[in-house]
């Protein structure tokens, strides 16, 4: 596992770099679904969307079913008439809801003619239907779009981003838009001729023009040039962004806060001085405020900027907490949508890993209600961050707030039954926050409360669930399984334990030590 995986969760008060249980795996899958984000890659097939001047000209009456042959014998042509007709014709084929010609149109060389046509200053409407055209061809394939940024498109769109005809700007932000969303190369390559600057100067122009389309287009792009990793994008260019950003995340309009807060999301998916970077632009009172909303494709992205927050520090965290965090992600954890409830149960598994305080503050939010509601009842994903926040807490609390929790809420059975859960990792987690809830128990030298604990499993039928992981196929999982029995449960007469020792592990001494569990106990 790579250090950066490593290092994006939070440190331990016990140990830094084993004791607390991390989430890499869990990151990767709530990062790596594309249909969760918003779009890469946008068409313009709608001309009625388009509020520009040139929807007059976009209704000139072309050639009724023009040949291909016939279009680029216009485009070719010396009269910008006969270019325009010949654009536009092309224009609208690449336009086609189902089944645009890109290929076709590319064999036949529209991607250097397009290009020569974002230059012709003194025809601004052809400037706008090459940049349409253009704008299609690179919301196709990685192939298709590498024909755009290989006839040096890029260069041009990144000058008609200060047009000053505002329909051709904004075509070029859509045309820079999609070829960002191609990946972390061509997403640099934007950046490195200086878009950053043409978007700012842009986003202030447009702050006296008030154009809702620019302004969706614009925070579009920028949430492209914010995403991806492998590389990430230079910080230093994109936290320039930071301050428009976060006034953008004040706006009302549903789609320009859904990208904003992608944006954000993207930004503050790395280390800790990125998240400080991103409170410090004083966006986390509003993003808290955001998880209130009624819009999903909203809170999403909010509380997956939030998620990442409370990965850093304590003192990240704690500014999530001060701002009212707690009480909006107990709401979350009773959402119907199960992509909300599973992030939310995430982020309350981070702030979990913290310290004895923000513990405190999850007990003294009642957030413990929702979260044993969410382990017995709620889907498989959020049920297994629910655990993980369970275990974190194991880890990270200390005894007198472990009792608390297991005797009010009455946690253990809802814990204990992810014991027959088909994914090993899961069992994996419980079995590591059943095995700290006893080292815990033992470190307080309360035999009592070790017995009664042992007691209390068993009647939760988790002692069976034990001794049905001694067969399991995961050796990891029949090892913690083994040790739990053979170290709690084996003097217990009530219990009749059935140790099941497998040959090939039958000379292991299943140790503190074996366990990559400190011989002295855990530390509070």
């Not at 994008?233 to 789609?255: M, N």
């Not at 990270?396 to 929790?405: K, M, P």
């Not at 217990?492 to 001494?509: D, F, G, M, S, Y």
Request: net charge negative; aromatic share 6%; charged share 25%.
């Amino acid at each position: 596992m790579s250090l950066n995986r490593l290092n994006s969760y939070k440190t331990n008060t016990i140990d830094t770099n084993e004791s607390r249980l991390r989430r890499h795996e869990v990151t990767v899958e709530l990062r790596k679904s594309k249909k969760e984000d918003h779009l890469l890659k946008r068409r313009n097939i709608n001309e009625e969307d388009v509020t520009s001047p040139i929807k007059v000209l976009s209704k000139v009456a072309s050639p009724p079913g023009p040949s291909v042959e016939h279009i680029f014998d216009s485009m070719r042509s010396v009269d910008p008439a006969r270019q325009y007709a010949g654009l536009l014709a092309a224009r609208k084929l690449l336009s086609d809801e189902r089944h645009p010609p890109i290929d076709l149109m590319i064999d036949n060389g529209i991607v250097p003619i397009c290009v020569q046509f974002l230059q012709t200053v003194r025809y601004p409407h052809i400037q706008f239907e090459a940049a349409w055209a253009l704008t299609n061809i690179a919301s196709g394939t990685s192939e298709q779009t590498g024909y755009v940024i290989a006839s040096n498109a890029v260069p041009h769109f990144v000058k008609l981003l200060q047009s000053e005809y505002i329909y051709v700007a904004e075509q070029a932000v859509w045309a820079l838009g999609n070829i960002a969303g191609d990946g972390p190369t061509a997403r640099d390559f934007i950046i490195e001729h200086n878009a950053i600057d043409g978007i700012l100067r842009l986003l202030d122009r447009n702050s006296t023009l008030a154009s809702l389309s620019l302004e969706r287009n614009l925070v579009w792009l920028m949430s492209n040039l914010c995403r991806n990793k492998s590389p990430l994008p230079p910080f230093k260019e994109i936290k320039r962004l930071l301050p428009a950003l976060s006034k953008l995340l004040w706006g009302f309009d549903a789609q320009v806060i859904t990208d904003t807060c992608w944006a954000l999301s993207y930004l503050s998916d790395d280390n800790e001085s990125k998240i400080q970077a991103v409170i410090d632009a004083d966006t986390v009172p509003r993003l808290v405020s955001l998880l209130d909303t009624d819009h999903p494709n909203v809170i999403v992205p909010a509380l997956r900027t939030i998620g990442n927050i409370v990965t850093g520090t304590d003192q990240q965290t704690d500014i999530i907490i001060a701002a009212g965090g707690l009480q909006r992600l107990k709401k979350l954890l009773k959402y119907s949508n199960h992509n909300i409830v599973k992030e939310s149960a995430w982020t309350v598994s981070n702030i979990m890993a913290g310290s004895a305080k923000q513990i405190q503050d999850v007990i003294d939010a009642d957030i413990f209600v929702e979260l044993c509601d969410v382990l017995q009842n709620g889907d498989f994903k959020s049920q297994k961050e629910a655990a993980y926040a369970v275990s974190n807490m194991t880890t990270s609390g200390t005894y007198e707030q472990l009792v608390h929790i297991i005797e009010k809420y009455q946690i253990l059975k809802p814990f204990c039954d992810l014991l027959e859960a088909k994914d090993p990792r899961t069992i994996i987690v419980v079995l590591t926050g059943l095995m700290q809830i006893f080292a815990m128990t033992d470190v307080q030298n309360a035999v009592g409360d070790t017995e009664r604990l042992c007691v209390m499993i068993e009647e939760t039928g988790g002692l069976d669930k034990l001794e049905n992981l001694q067969r399991h196929e995961n050796e990891e999982i029949y090892k913690k399984a083994y040790f739990l029995l053979d170290t709690y449960f084996s003097e217990n007469e009530k219990a009749e334990v059935k140790l099941i020792p497998r040959q090939t592990h039958a000379a292991l001494e299943f140790t503190m030590e074996k366990l990559d569990i400190p011989k002295d106990g855990f530390t509070f």
